[in-house]
């Protein structure tokens, strides 16, 4: 099963060690760091899933290292988690490439569902909309079109954000617990039948070689 990998930057120890263990038991792989100079070498060398970023921390703080991460092309979506609850704060916060903004003190619930909800986005901080899968077929991120050998074909919502996870992580195995996760919101039944006419159908469109069983794990897509 694949964990989605989330970077912690949070300076108070008890605070760091509670998020730390309350989202590796909500099944999330965490690497925390408590200043901001571990932090940036950490987020250079390493690929992570989602930043959760206090601001006022030793170094560099959280404000400025997003901004340095962004200026290297760095599109992980990312989190504000600080006291800091000015307007100016906030607008740093989002000019400095947030996609999100948590207020302390915070109940880990309301953290849980911000980072599930963020993890569902994809392709965040992106310089273009469209992705070309193929010589033929090249998929517009907003719109939710297909342009296949020059006809515009539009997939259903759940189609989309299946074709948008494969994107992301092209190459890599994705489990069927990350697929039902996000093509399932918490108040939604899970299908393995709707999953694979989802899977189906998109094959139909982009080729069935694409898109690969990976037996009792998941599936994996490929662009060649």
Avoid at 133 to 139: F, N, Q, S, T, V
Avoid at 169 to 189: F, R
Wanted: proline share 1%; with cysteine.
């Amino acid at each position: 099963m694949n964990k989605a990998k989330i970077f912690l930057l949070e300076d108070d120890v008890s605070l760091n060690e509670t998020i730390v263990e309350f989202l590796e038991d909500s099944g999330y792989e965490v690497t925390a760091a408590y200043d901001g100079d571990d932090a940036q070498d950490l987020i250079y060398e390493n690929r992570y899933d989602l930043y959760l970023l206090d601001v006022n921390v030793p170094g560099i703080n959280g404000f400025e290292l997003l901004k340095r991460a962004r200026e290297n092309d760095d599109s992980i979506p990312a989190i504000f988690v600080t006291s800091l609850n000015s307007i100016d704060d906030l607008e740093s916060g989002y000019d400095s490439g947030c996609d999100d903004y948590l207020k302390k003190p915070f109940e880990l619930k309301e953290l849980l569902f911000r980072v599930q909800t963020l993890l569902k986005r994809e392709f965040l901080h992106v310089h273009t909309k469209s992705i070309k899968i193929a010589d033929d077929i090249e998929y517009d991120l907003l719109t939710n079109e297909l342009k296949v050998s020059g006809k515009i074909m539009r997939i259903q919502n759940k189609e989309a954000l299946l074709l948008k996870l494969f994107l992301q992580k092209k190459g890599e195995i994705v489990s069927h617990t990350v697929i039902y996760d996000t093509l399932w919101s918490y108040d939604e039944v899970s299908s393995d039948l709707a999953l694979r006419t989802y899977i189906k159908n998109l094959r139909k469109l982009i080729g069935k070689e694409k898109i690969v069983s990976v037996k009792k794990l998941g599936y994996k897509f490929t662009l060649k």
